[in-house]
């Protein structure tokens, strides 16, 4: 994103970090909106709002280029509404992928971490690569993500589900375990019972 302000637009350095900051401050908006959220509603009708609004967003990055709207002002409402959905998908995957994979939830945090700023690096440098003087590349770009981003969240719901009916079958089995180990005491004390 500063490659965009001060090599295409010419923003200078020092006024870039004023136009970052609505960004920042959307998304810590976003982060205290998910608080407040996420005791109200479920993990997942949260994640799936926020994809849903990546889309709406996304949408409305389109519509910008097809009505010749670019400018610096366009770009930091984009980047700002993005900003916001982004504080609202981070912590609820991370909380729904880490609800998955309980019992290795240090892996799993270092790996999500690790796949985060990998994919953030990747994208910055895709980013960097084309001009958004207009909002052709960057709609098709948002495009691009937002697809992803859907059906990832697709791919991952029946994984999910899939990890619950697990957990289920888990706790039952557990329990018939417990039963069986308190038959077999039970089973062994009336024998030691008869046999004196």
């Known amino acids: 994103m500063p490659f965009w302000y001060v090599k295409q637009w010419n923003i200078p350095e020092q006024h870039y970090s004023f136009l ?105 440098f895709i980013e960097s690569k084309f001009n958004v003087l207009n909002f052709e590349n960057l709609a098709v770009f948002l495009v691009i993500i937002s697809s992803a981003c859907f059906l990832s969240n697709y791919i991952l719901i029946p994984c999910r589900r899939r990890q619950q009916i697990h957990n289920v079958y888990i706790e039952k089995l557990s329990f018939f375990n417990r039963l069986a180990i308190k038959l077999r005491i039970r089973f062994l004390s009336l024998i030691k019972a008869v046999t004196r």
């Open 20 to 124: 970052a900051l609505f960004s920042v401050i959307c998304y810590i908006l976003a982060l205290f909106i998910i608080r407040c959220m996420i005791k109200k509603k479920s993990l997942d009708y949260l994640l799936k709002s926020a994809i849903y609004l990546v889309l709406g967003i996304t949408m409305l990055s389109v519509l910008f280029f097809a009505f010749g709207l670019s400018g610096v002002f366009y770009l930091v409402l984009i980047m700002s509404l993005f900003a916001i959905v982004s504080g609202m998908i981070f912590p609820t995957a991370n909380a729904l992928l880490l609800d998955i994979f309980k019992d290795n939830a240090g892996i799993i945090s270092a790996v999500s971490t690790t796949v985060l700023f990998l994919t953030a690096g990747l994208l910055a």
